[in-house]
């Protein structure tokens, strides 16, 4: 069985700081890993995902991942966030091959304060 | 762009009385889920569904709970006498699978309230 541990349930930052959210799983298979991104009153985004290659992942505004098998994290950072990305981040697991469900984390709540 | 619709957004209903939670996936998807998030909890699988029939289910997936595809658009889910802890916000999500991997979109969700 697969679990998802994130380690913050509130990270607040400043405007233009730099943030990193963090994401550690337990799995005995090999797995896809995930970010989802869920703003108010809507549902959850796929931010980012890592299935294979490169262990670095973007996303298209400004967010990465790195996978670290070594470490079992998938840790979210950004360089500089901007108000916009207040929202809620979930790190998710699918193994490879399976059904397709998703095991989540508890969620990280962003803060961008002014 | 397509999108996962849910309805309604919110339900109240009253302990044991049945509720069907409805979505609309897009259009030419085949995989189709159902997920819940206690609040403050995590989010958690319920149900994967494929050519008509349940592909995987959680512990949390009882006999009380059911899910249906009635017409070839919705996908239901229906909980036949409800109980307070069934209180949570649910999430349908399809996915197209044209691959050994594809995208889940996520519905806005349903905001379930049992008294």
């Known amino acids: 069985a697969q679990s998802v541990t994130q380690l913050d349930s509130q990270v607040p930052v400043f405007e233009e700081a730099p943030v990193e959210l963090r994401c550690n799983y337990s799995s005995s298979v090999s797995v896809y890993l995930f970010w989802y991104v869920q703003y108010p009153n809507q549902g959850l985004q796929l931010l980012l995902k890592y299935l294979s290659g490169s262990t670095l992942v973007e996303s298209i505004n400004g967010f990465e991942a790195e996978f670290n098998k070594s470490q079992t994290s998938f840790h979210l950072r950004k360089p500089s966030v901007h108000i916009s990305d207040t929202a809620e981040y979930f790190c998710?697991?699918?193994?490879?091959?399976?059904?397709?469900?998703?095991?989540f984390g508890q969620g990280t709540t962003l803060q961008v304060k002014p | 762009e397509p999108e996962v619709t849910q309805t309604p957004s919110h339900q109240v209903t009253q302990m044991g009385q049945e509720v069907i939670l409805r979505c609309v996936p897009i259009s030419n998807h085949l995989y189709f889920y159902w997920y819940r998030q206690i609040l403050g909890q995590k989010v958690e699988f319920l149900v994967s569904f494929y050519n008509n029939e349940i592909s995987e289910k959680s512990e949390i997936f009882d006999d009380q709970f059911s899910v249906e595809r009635p017409d070839g658009s919705n996908f239901t889910l229906k909980i036949r006498s409800t109980k307070l802890e069934d209180s949570a916000m649910y999430f349908c999500?399809?996915?197209?699978?044209?691959?050994?991997?594809?995208?889940?979109?996520f519905g806005p969700g349903t905001r379930l309230t049992v008294l």
């Open positions: 999500a399809s996915e197209g699978r044209e691959g050994p991997y594809n995208e889940q979109f």
């Open positions: 998710a697991v699918s193994d490879i091959g399976n059904t397709g469900k998703l095991i």
